[in-house]
């Protein structure tokens, strides 16, 4: 079964949290992953991107708090956010670029 599964979100009052996307049931190595968040009343709006090869992206939004990373090895992608805002709250969604596979998300809540 192809298959994106998210962990690692939660309510934090600020701070660092890192997301992990365990993907199975597909060539992982061989593919773009993404980050991407969608807020109530919101569209997606991506958060990063890392190729095959490791290069990576980011928006002016999360630039220099975010920073995406992958572990072929293990078949997973992460997302290191720090300096969370309560803006940063949102369900964040990992994606297999190109084989359009989705995960079902993992929520993130920045209180106060």
């Known amino acids: 079964q192809v298959q994106l599964v998210e962990s690692g979100g939660g309510l934090v009052p600020g701070g660092s949290l890192r997301l992990s996307c365990a993907a199975s049931?597909?060539?992982?190595?061989?593919?773009?992953m993404r980050w991407y968040r969608q807020a109530p009343g919101k569209g997606r709006e991506l958060v990063g991107v890392?190729?095959?090869?490791?290069?990576?992206y980011y928006p002016d939004s999360v630039k220099g708090r975010f920073t995406i990373s992958r572990d072929n090895a293990k078949n997973t992608v992460f997302l290191q956010m720090n300096s969370l805002k309560p803006e940063d709250t949102a369900v964040y969604y990992c994606?297999?670029?190109?084989?359009?596979?989705w995960g079902q998300g993992t929520q993130v809540t920045v209180s106060s």
């Open positions: 994606y297999a670029e190109a084989r359009l596979i």
């Open positions: 049931g597909f060539t992982f190595s061989g593919y773009a």
């Open positions: 890392i190729s095959s090869g490791g290069s990576t």
